[in-house]
């Protein structure tokens, strides 16, 4: 229920970039409606910068490794503050956006204080971890989804999930038919190839040296290739920098997935949601992932429910892009693989369709527009709930 002066209050929880953007965006659409809401929460630049007041900075540390040991501490120390202020202070609606080995935490702090929680991208069950349905039925009210076939899977597991559409290619999708591929003229002597080892510490670590290897023996075959690299922000390209290996040369930039890739004639991507930048932008890829080969012989490949692991292919129910995961050492496999697909223009034009069209399916209606409805309508069930009719 509101308070005295109208006002309602939101407290949103997102710990990694993409959910830093994609609750900025809801938070923006939210003002557009005719409540009048305070929010607050943990998160990072660009909800801040859309009006929610910040009680921790969280997106940093998860761009340093979210699971790293030496952060254990401070996440513990941090759902233990959020759980206090939940108790505390009024809050109306719970918002909590992806990094669900994070946000549970927040989930349950806020059922035991009898606060509904709104789940906005639905943790990834279908593909592993199916044992944590019984906690997520717990603690979600409401789980948004954002790829299509997740809306039957949670159903189905009761709970109350509905397709919002992907807030990633709300801006992208205006005209996809223009991010088609035009390969009439190519030539791989000629090529640009974007290289994207993701935004985590632990993903950056493992696969941005042997995307530069990769990239090295690719120049060594076609010299007049260049590069580019893209870093999530000023810290992330140092880290890059840092790291990069004698005698490799690329150009760097910041945030810019889908506006790199747009140019590109091949880019190699870290697994994620950055794919779907990259697919709807039409760009061919390899997609990787480093695992560690004991852990994935012993669990993983055990545990993974899915016939592929790409959000791509997954998405296309084939093959569409060639995926690496997880790749493990040897670069060989990555390094033909890039070098056919290079060298071979119709693959590099069917593909270019099959991805744009692949978007196109995702991006149909506005996520945040959609997120944004479904949580007025949370608060005024409250506000119902409170105040029944005679």
């Known amino acids: 229920m509101h308070d005295e002066t109208g006002k309602y209050r939101i407290f949103i929880s997102a710990a990694e ?25 943990v ?3 660009k909800m801040e910068s859309a009006g929610c007041r910040l009680l921790e900075n969280t997106i940093g540390k998860a761009a340093m490794g979210f699971n790293a040991f030496r952060h254990i501490a401070y996440f513990y120390k941090l759902i233990r503050h959020i759980a206090i202020y939940l108790k505390n202070n009024k809050v109306d609606l719970v918002i909590v956006c992806d990094s669900p080995a994070f946000n549970f935490h927040i989930a349950k702090a806020a059922k035991k204080t009898g606060i509904k929680t709104l789940f906005y991208v639905a943790p990834q069950l279908w593909a592993w971890g199916q044992w944590r349905i019984k906690k997520l ?8 989804c954002i790829l299509p076939f997740e809306q039957d899977w949670f ?4 709970i109350d999930a509905v397709f919002v559409g992907n807030p990633l290619l709300e801006e992208l999708n205006k ?7 035009k390969y009439a003229a190519f030539e791989p002597e000629q090529a640009t190839i974007a290289l994207m080892p993701g935004s985590r510490a632990a993903e950056i670590n493992s696969l941005w040296p042997p995307m530069q290897r990769i990239a090295a023996r690719i120049k060594r075959k076609h010299p007049n290739v260049t ?4 870093a999530v922000d000023e810290q992330g390209k140092d880290i890059l920098k ?3 290996v004698i005698g490799f040369k690329c150009k760097y930039v910041i945030g810019s997935v889908s506006e790199t890739a747009r140019v590109a004639d091949l880019s190699i991507v870290a697994s994620g949601s950055a794919t779907l930048e990259v697919a709807a932008s039409g760009c061919p890829m390899v997609v990787m992932y480093q695992s560690s080969k004991i852990l994935w012989l012993l669990l993983g490949r055990w545990l993974v429910k899915t016939k592929y692991l790409s959000l791509v292919n997954i998405l296309a129910g084939k093959d569409l892009v060639p995926e690496f995961m997880p790749y493990f ?6 390094v033909e693989t890039a070098q056919q697909l290079l060298e071979d223009r119709d693959r590099l034009v069917r593909t270019s369709s099959e991805l744009v069209r692949l978007a196109e399916s995702l991006g149909q209606t506005r996520a945040s527009e959609k997120v944004a409805q479904i949580a007025a309508n949370m608060l005024l069930s409250n506000e119902h709930a409170e105040h029944p009719k005679n």
């Open 43 to 45: 998160g990072g630049p």
């Open 137 to 144: 039925r717990k603690y979600c009210d409401k789980l948004c």
């Open 329 to 334: 050492s040897s670069i060989d496999p990555v």
């Open 17 to 41: 970039p993409s959910a830093d953007a994609h609750c900025a965006g809801l938070i923006t659409a939210l003002k557009k409606t005719s409540y009048n809401i305070e929010f607050v929460g």
């Open 155 to 158: 159903a189905q597991r009761g």
């Open 227 to 230: 590069f580019t690299a893209v």
């Open 175 to 181: 005209d996809l038919s223009r991010c088609r591929k």
């Open 242 to 244: 840092s790291m990069q």
